[in-house]
Nanobody, 114 residues
Framework: QVQLVESGGGLVQAGGSLRLSCAASGSVFSINAMGWYRQAPGKQRELVADITNGGNTIYADSVKGRFTISRDNAKNTVYLQMNSLKPEDTAVYYC????????WGQGTQVTVSS
């Protein structure tokens, strides 16, 4: 099994920045990719960004140019740097790992005030 622990959420004004972190433990050797999803009230969970072991990344169109995903393989940690935040970025952000199966973190709240 893989355990994922997120940190770094909070309240920020529009235009501000936050950095989310997600530390993986357990069967980390089984992980092929890690990423971030988010879920706003009344909406479905959606992919924000994903990064493979090799460093390949994908981003949702809504965050391209504002968010950057990175990964420290030595620390089994993935980061999401979020800049130029907008109120519509408000959501619970979930860390995700994908290997032989998918695992989820507990989620961290990000609130962007206008």
């Amino acid at each position: 099994q893989v355990q994922l622990v997120e940190s770094g959420g909070g309240l920020v004004q529009a235009g501000g920045s936050l950095r989310l972190s997600c530390a993986a433990s357990g069967s980390v050797f089984s992980i092929n990719a890690m990423g971030w999803y988010r879920q706003a009230p009344g909406k479905q969970r959606e992919l924000v960004a994903d990064i493979t072991n090799g460093g390949n990344t994908i981003y949702a169109d809504s965050v391209k140019g504002r968010f950057t995903i990175s990964r420290d393989n030595a620390k089994n940690t993935v980061y999401l740097q979020m800049n130029s935040l907008k109120p519509e970025d408000t959501a619970v952000y979930y860390c995700n790992s994908l290997g032989t199966r998918r695992y989820w973190g507990q989620g961290t709240q990000v609130t962007v005030s206008s």
